[in-house]
């Protein structure tokens, strides 16, 4: 495969559609997928997308095909909650026989949720052509249930969508031939772009001039009780220098119900959509965070960042962009914070190809 100028009306009156056949589950799956199912709608693409169902919040799901302008999913599989086992094995279950019944030319699969592992396993079974939407990231740390995914999804692909060059260096470690790979950039910076204008125009009513936005919800970090404690100690501190504005995801709200734990002053909301959070993003002084996607949104919007984990799977946002990581050193948390309050935070820069067309890329790679 090779990237092609080709022109597209000729293209149509001399090739058959090509279905394309988009499997999303959760929220961070959203924003990578929409860029690409809007630039293969400027080919003569046949597209169906599939929503597993793993987030079905409105909060989690809903809004963002909203805010994102995404087409309604053709099906959606309602898996839910449950184990890891449990909940892959039902993707995998439900996802069989829709494959089967809507024959795609090729299926793509974004990011490292438990739904992609799922469906890149039903279409390795099946001999169904695969692609992978952010490949080759690894954090090396197998206790991180996403690393797993990662490097199980990414051996069973055959069409590979890195983000940045380390990727690519992990995919060839792991034995995958170079013509697989194709670095296209950042897909998710391009939902980032493209939607910065519109959380520029969010009122900012009641809103501190300085604030630190807070994002948790990562197992390691929310489901054992004396971490998430010592995590929402220093989390109390921080907010007595700078106010914390923490949307919570509904995991780490029951885990804090659950554990009963008190919150104090914090200032704990519901998740917020896309448009909202992007606004709170470029505004804040630091991003606390153990996301990954933030980290990326971060770099691109030159926000101070201080990641609550002691490895990440998108290194060139501490090489290249404002990322720090904390680790578990707590200590290390109020010392860094110190460093931007005084006006010495890191100043990044934005990674190569991380500039709003990952998706037309990805695009016109599929339909070469
Ligand atoms: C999942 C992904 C994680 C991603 C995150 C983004 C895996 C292994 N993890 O984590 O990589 O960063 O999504 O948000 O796939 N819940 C709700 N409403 C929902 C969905 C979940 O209340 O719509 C609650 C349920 O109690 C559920 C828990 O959140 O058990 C965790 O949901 P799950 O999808 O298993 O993992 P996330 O923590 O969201």
Same mark, same amino acid.
């Given at each position: 495969?090779?990237?092609?100028?080709?022109?597209?009306?000729?293209?149509?009156?001399?090739?058959?559609?090509?279905?394309?056949?988009?499997?999303? #589950?959760?929220?961070?799956?959203?924003?990578?997928?929409?860029?690409?199912?809007?630039?293969?709608?400027?080919?003569?693409?046949?597209? =169906?997308?599939?929503? =597993?169902?793993?987030?079905?919040?409105?909060? $989690?799901?809903?809004?963002?095909?909203?805010?994102?302008?995404?087409?309604?999913?053709?099906?959606?599989?309602?898996?839910?909650?449950?184990?890891?086992?449990?909940?892959?094995?039902?993707?995998?279950?439900?996802?069989?026989?829709?494959?089967?019944?809507?024959?795609?030319?090729? +299926?793509?699969?974004?990011?490292?949720?438990?739904? =992609?592992?799922?469906?890149?396993?039903?279409?390795?079974?099946?001999?169904?052509?695969?692609?992978?939407?952010?490949?080759?990231?690894?954090?090396?740390?197998?206790?991180?249930?996403?690393?797993?995914?990662?490097?199980?999804?990414?051996?069973?692909?055959?069409?590979?969508?890195?983000?940045?060059?380390?990727?690519?260096?992990?995919?060839?470690?792991?034995?995958?031939?170079?013509?697989?790979?194709?670095?296209?950039?950042?897909?998710?910076?391009?939902?980032?772009?493209?939607?910065?204008?519109?959380?520029?125009?969010?009122?900012?009513?009641?809103?501190?001039?300085?604030?630190?936005? +807070?994002?948790?919800?990562?197992?390691?970090? +929310?489901?054992?009780?004396?971490?998430?404690?010592?995590?929402?100690?220093?989390?109390?501190?921080?907010?007595?220098?700078?106010? +914390?504005?923490?949307?919570?995801?509904?995991?780490?709200?029951?885990?804090?119900?659950?554990?009963?734990?008190?919150?104090?002053?914090?200032? $704990?909301?519901?998740?917020?959509?896309?448009?909202?959070?992007?606004?709170?993003?470029?505004?804040?002084?630091?991003?606390? =965070?153990?996301?990954?996607?933030?980290?990326?949104?971060?770099?691109?919007?030159?926000?101070?960042?201080?990641?609550?984990?002691?490895?990440?799977?998108?290194?060139?946002?501490?090489?290249?962009?404002?990322?720090?990581?904390?680790?578990?050193?707590?200590?290390? $948390?109020?010392?860094?914070?110190?460093?931007?309050?005084? #006006?010495?935070?890191?100043?990044?820069?934005?990674?190569?190809?991380?500039? #709003?067309?990952?998706?037309?890329?990805?695009?016109?790679?599929?339909?070469?």
């Amino acid at each position: 495969m090779s990237l092609i100028s080709a022109n597209k009306a000729e293209w149509s009156d001399t090739i058959a559609a090509m279905h394309v056949l988009h499997v999303v #589950g959760a929220r961070p799956n959203f924003l990578k997928a929409a860029p690409v199912i809007r630039a293969l709608s400027k080919w003569p693409v046949q597209q =169906t997308l599939i929503h =597993t169902g793993q987030h079905y919040d409105p909060a $989690l799901s809903g809004i963002f095909f909203a805010q994102l302008n995404m087409p309604d999913p053709d099906v959606n599989l309602e898996v839910g909650s449950g184990s890891h086992a449990w909940q892959t094995a039902e993707v995998m279950r439900r996802f069989e026989p829709v494959l089967l019944e809507r024959k795609p030319d090729i +299926v793509v699969v974004y990011g490292d949720v438990n739904s =992609t592992v799922a469906a890149a396993l039903v279409c390795a079974k099946l001999n169904i052509r695969l692609a992978h939407v952010e490949a080759g990231l690894r954090s090396f740390d197998r206790t991180m249930p996403e690393e797993i995914n990662r490097i199980v999804t990414d051996q069973l692909t055959d069409v590979l969508f890195t983000p940045s060059e380390d990727a690519d260096i992990n995919l060839q470690h792991e034995g995958i031939p170079k013509e697989r790979i194709f670095r296209v950039g950042n897909v998710m910076i391009d939902s980032l772009v493209r939607l910065l204008p519109a959380a520029m125009q969010c009122a900012r009513n009641g809103l501190p001039e300085r604030y630190a936005l +807070v994002t948790l919800h990562r197992p390691s970090n +929310v489901d054992d009780s004396a971490s998430l404690r010592r995590i929402l100690t220093s989390l109390l501190e921080v907010n007595d220098a700078l106010e +914390v504005i923490f949307p919570a995801h509904p995991r780490t709200r029951q885990r804090i119900e659950q554990f009963g734990i008190d919150t104090g002053k914090l200032h $704990l909301m519901e998740p917020l959509p896309y448009i909202e959070f992007l606004s709170l993003q470029s505004h804040a002084t630091v991003l606390i =965070t153990d996301s990954g996607g933030i980290q990326e949104e971060t770099t691109y919007l030159g926000v101070p960042c201080l990641t609550l984990r002691s490895n990440t799977e998108r290194p060139v946002t501490v090489t290249l962009g404002t990322n720090v990581l904390i680790g578990q050193d707590l200590g290390r $948390l109020s010392s860094e914070l110190e460093i931007i309050l005084d #006006g010495k935070a890191k100043k990044g820069s934005i990674p190569p190809l991380w500039d #709003g067309n990952s998706g037309k890329r990805i695009a016109e790679i599929l339909h070469a």
